[in-house]
């Protein structure tokens, strides 16, 4: 980790109510640590939309298990993908309805990809990816 800078930013009051609110019901403990998490978030964004650098993301699915040949499509795509998925979590929600999570790691363009043909597959009742970052780049 580097040296602290300090530095002042212009803003309006209103805005700055808004924040602190934020800033208070996150649990931040005060506002530099809200406007660092702001940044990172800005920048591990900023990775993704790069698409070539190294990233971690997951990909949530909620299917109907009973519908045919739902199941073994989702799993081909994910032995498709077997070298760009870490992990995997599958719950029972109830009688008819899984949830399952992937870890996957890769190029940005590459996860998304996968993402896109897994939550694409006719059946599936929703599906989300959330990005992060292998947390490298940002020291």
């Known amino acids: 980790m580097g040296e602290t800078i ?13 924040f602190d609110r934020l800033v208070t019901e996150k649990g931040y403990v005060n506002r530099s640590e809200a406007i660092r998490d702001l ?9 993704w939309e790069d698409g070539n650098e190294e990233t971690v993301g ?6 109907d ?14 032995h498709d993908h077997h070298d ?6 599958h719950v029972h929600l109830d009688h008819h309805n899984c949830l399952e999570v992937l870890i996957v790691r890769g190029k940005a363009s590459q ?12 059946g599936v ?5 959330v990005m992060t970052t292998t947390g490298r780049e940002l020291g």
């Not at 519908?67 to 795509?77: F, G, N, S, Y």
């Not at 009742?125 to 990816?129: E, P």
């Open 6 to 18: 300090r530095f002042g930013i212009s803003i309006d009051d209103g805005l700055l109510e808004r």
């Open 39 to 47: 940044i990172r978030d800005a920048l591990v964004e900023q990775t």
């Open 58 to 63: 997951t990909v949530t699915l909620v299917y």
């Open 65 to 78: 298990h009973h519908v045919h040949d739902l199941a073994d499509r989702l799993t081909a795509i994910q």
């Open 84 to 89: 760009r998925i870490i992990s995997t979590l």
């Open 111 to 122: 996860i998304k990809a996968i993402a896109d043909s897994l939550i694409g597959v006719k």
């Open 125 to 129: 009742k929703h599906g989300k990816l």
